[in-house]
């Protein structure tokens, strides 16, 4: 009965900790397009006052998901590198069941290849650029 001598068996392990690090994962892209709706962008973008967010909640990016500390942060944000970079991908429409009816012929089709996603409004009097292209 020798002991066998054991294989590496942990080569590889990451720690626990890294593979479910879920905290940062931000929403999916079918999900914020939900939220772009104007219903709903309308209610997200004028939030309650909630201190446990950020900026008491009151600067969001819609598509980012992204709560910021004040209006100057939030105008910071909309001129960064992955905003932009964010909104470029958002425009791409995602597939929903209304696409796939309209394709199918019912009703008329209206091919939707991409959707106009702007930055939102600015609140306040401060000055945002337009999102480039149209
Ligand atoms: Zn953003």
């Not at 942990?10 to 479910?20: A, C, I, N, T, V």
């Amino acid at each position: 009965m020798g002991r066998l001598r054991r294989k590496k068996m942990h080569k590889g392990d990451k720690p626990l900790k890294e593979k479910y690090r879920t905290k940062r994962r931000t929403k999916d892209f079918d999900e914020i397009h939900e939220d772009m709706k104007p219903s709903n962008a309308e209610a997200l973008l004028n939030q309650e006052l909630d201190l446990d967010k950020p900026g008491g909640a009151q600067h969001y990016c819609l598509h980012c998901t992204k709560y910021f500390i004040g209006p100057r942060a939030l105008a910071d944000h909309f001129k960064s590198k992955p905003h932009k970079r964010r909104i470029k991908a958002l425009q791409v429409e995602p597939y929903s069941q209304e696409e796939a009816e309209r394709a199918a012929g019912m009703g008329s089709y209206i091919a939707p290849k991409t959707v106009e996603v702007r930055t939102q409004d600015a609140k306040e009097n401060m000055q945002v650029e337009t999102v480039e292209g149209t």
